[in-house]
């Protein structure tokens, strides 16, 4: 609209000296036309020529004033390109492209798509219409073929999976049914062994460090497994696998004391120490943390060394699986926005081996 208003004023302003000197009009457009043509020139001298849209809009203004059976000579365009220009510069007038309101529903909130991934991640049995539901729930209204879109275009199936979860699914979902447990061993100062049971529970992270001893044997191994089920306590209700190698200190009573709770004994193939993956973690975590850093000094020192650190791991060690909150925590602590002021008091475990910060009250 502005650009075909443009266009008739400059052509209004041109066809002044028309009215007022016929004779002269005609002359003095072609002059221009050609300095126009002689600026163009110079402009470009050392490519083609290209006219930009200035240019056009310059010679198609002009062209008015001179009679169309000089356009030949005149013009360093053809008539119809000339016509062209002019063609080009009308339509625009009716062009409502840019300026015409959007139509159709409005686009779909970044928010509320990235709910929707959130849920078919974490609900992989869910398919479109499932998550529409949990959303119409939520007080989110929308389309069961948008959901359909959003899921297709990040590559998301968006029916449910028939052929079951994935391995890391199935273990997660299983996790809470799981404890595994491991031995290792630990030198003293003058270099005798001992060894140490350690159990894990997968869903939790809870650690617990059951006893140690220079002779494990396996009425030992026996009597740790009891120890923790009395530890457990109705928590052993809750737990449906036993996960541990094929070292021959466990035995058919330990199995048995577990089997009692109606827990199956899983054992890992043989020389496949990934297999129980959680508890060599948590190992290599006791050795790295404490026992690479005290001289265990005889059975009652290491007992010490790992009862506390044992407290340390559950009460107050965050973990990641666990939003970086211990295994005994219930929920996220009280956040502190400004900590000016505030006294930060450390206390030392082992001997300030290990650290642990807390505000003071």
């Not at 998301?156 to 890391?168: E, S």
């Not at 894990?200 to 009597?223: C, K, M, Y």
Request: one cysteine or more; glycine letters at 6%; charged letters at 25%.
């Amino acid at each position: 609209m502005i650009l075909s208003m443009l266009c008739k004023v400059t052509r209004g302003l041109l066809s002044v000296p028309g009215v007022l000197l016929r004779r002269n009009t005609a002359k003095d457009a072609e002059l221009l036309v050609l300095r126009h043509e002689n600026a163009v020139l110079r402009r470009q001298i050392t490519g083609p020529v290209r006219y930009e849209f200035a240019d056009r809009f310059w010679l198609a203004a002009l062209s008015s004033l001179i009679p169309r059976r000089r356009w030949r000579e005149i013009f360093p365009v053809t008539p119809g390109t000339l016509l062209a220009w002019h063609r080009r510069f009308i339509a625009a007038k009716w062009d409502y492209s840019g300026r015409r309101a959007r139509t159709g529903r409005p686009p779909t909130e970044a928010a509320l798509k990235k709910l929707i991934l959130q849920l078919a991640r974490e609900n992989a049995q869910w398919g479109h219409r499932r998550i529409q539901g949990e959303l119409a729930r939520l007080g989110h209204p929308i389309a069961a073929s948008t959901v359909w879109e959003i899921l297709h275009a990040a590559g998301i199936d968006p029916a449910p999976r028939r052929t079951g979860p994935r391995w890391r699914e199935f273990l997660t979902n299983q996790a809470q049914g799981i404890i595994a447990v491991d031995f290792f061993h630990l030198d003293t100062a003058l270099g005798h062994r001992l060894y140490a049971m350690a159990f894990i529970e997968h869903d939790t992270r809870r650690l617990h460090i059951t006893g140690v001893t220079a002779n494990p044997t396996r009425d030992w191994a026996v009597q740790q497994a009891r120890n923790l089920a009395a530890d457990l306590g109705t928590r052993m209700e809750s737990l449906r696998f036993l996960l541990r190698d094929r070292d021959g200190k466990y035995g058919q009573s330990f199995d048995a004391v577990f089997e009692a709770e109606e827990i199956a004994v899983l054992k890992s193939a043989p020389r496949a120490p990934r297999t129980n993956a959680h508890c060599e973690r948590v190992i290599g975590t006791i050795r790295r943390e404490a026992l690479d850093h005290v001289l265990i000094m005889n059975e009652t020192h290491a007992q010490h060394v790992l009862a506390a650190y044992e407290q340390h791991y559950n009460e107050h060690r965050p973990h990641r699986a666990h939003n970086q909150l211990p295994p005994d925590a219930d929920q996220q602590p009280v956040t502190v926005h400004k900590p000016e002021g505030r006294t930060l008091r450390r206390t030392r475990i082992l001997g300030g081996v290990i650290n642990e910060y807390r505000y003071a009250a």
